[in-house]
């Protein structure tokens, strides 16, 4: 069956420390995958998009990999600021239609 | 950046009753709306797709004749919540794609509670 797997539920840094996110897939062979940021009770709002035939692709501070060997994409948010506490969503389109698959998320919290 | 929003952002209703929540892009037309649902601590899970000036595209699992969805124009989309029960509350989120752009622009979501 298909999965999308991220690391840890929760993950706690200190300001101005890189978080560092992981996204895994099984059974998908997605062209393009994207994450979001989603604030409690508020809709996900696009970040990044990392082509299939892209190795690293850099927003500001964040920074995105995607390895389609490993099946597995990072997300890097450097020199991390309290603002940046959300979760975190990778998703994957299979099918190249838009429909989004998403995982389960990770949530950064970032002490100041 | 594109807009979409979404009306109510709550909604309370009594079990057997229906709810309508609507889906707009205000800067952007959208052939193609889509409607996720996301329960406490849980991913967003894709329901269907909206296709203006044709039937609603549902996911496995996802009942066509309980989550009625219209596109009437380019910029709306609603669903209806028909004959609701307590486990169809959840957060419902609809988002759309920019022409020629693969990434997606959600709306801020709407709580529904069925009492």
């Known amino acids: 069956s298909q999965k999308i797997e991220q690391n840890s539920e929760a993950l706690n840094i200190q300001e101005g420390k890189t978080a560092t996110l992981t996204c895994n897939y099984t059974?998908?062979?997605?062209?393009?995958l994207q994450w979001y940021r989603q604030d409690p009770g508020r809709g996900p709002v696009f970040l990044l998009l990392i082509r299939e035939n892209e190795k690293e692709k850099r927003k500001e501070r964040l920074k995105v990999t995607f390895d389609t060997t490993l099946k597995q994409s990072l997300f890097h948010i450097t020199a991390s600021q309290p603002a940046d506490s959300a979760t975190y969503l990778c998703a994957l389109d299979d099918s190249n239609d838009y429909k989004l698959s998403f995982g389960a998320g990770t949530t950064v919290t970032v002490r100041a | 950046g594109a807009v979409v929003s979404q009306h109510p952002s709550r909604v309370i209703c009594k079990s057997g009753t229906s709810v309508k929540i609507e889906c707009r892009s205000l800067?952007?037309?959208?052939?193609?709306m889509f409607w996720y649902r996301q329960f406490p601590k849980q991913s967003l899970m894709l329901m269907a797709t909206s296709n203006e000036g044709s039937k609603a595209t549902y996911e496995q699992g996802v009942e066509k004749d309980k989550f009625l969805i219209n596109h009437a124009s380019l910029t709306l989309s609603t669903l209806t919540v028909t004959s609701a029960h307590p486990e169809d509350s959840s957060f419902y989120i609809c988002?759309?794609?920019?022409?020629?752009?693969?990434?997606?622009?959600f709306g801020p979501g709407t709580r529904l509670t069925v009492t």
């Open positions: 988002s759309a794609p920019r022409a020629g752009a693969y990434e997606q622009y």
């Open positions: 800067d952007f037309q959208a052939t193609t």
């Open positions: 059974n998908y062979s997605p062209a393009y």
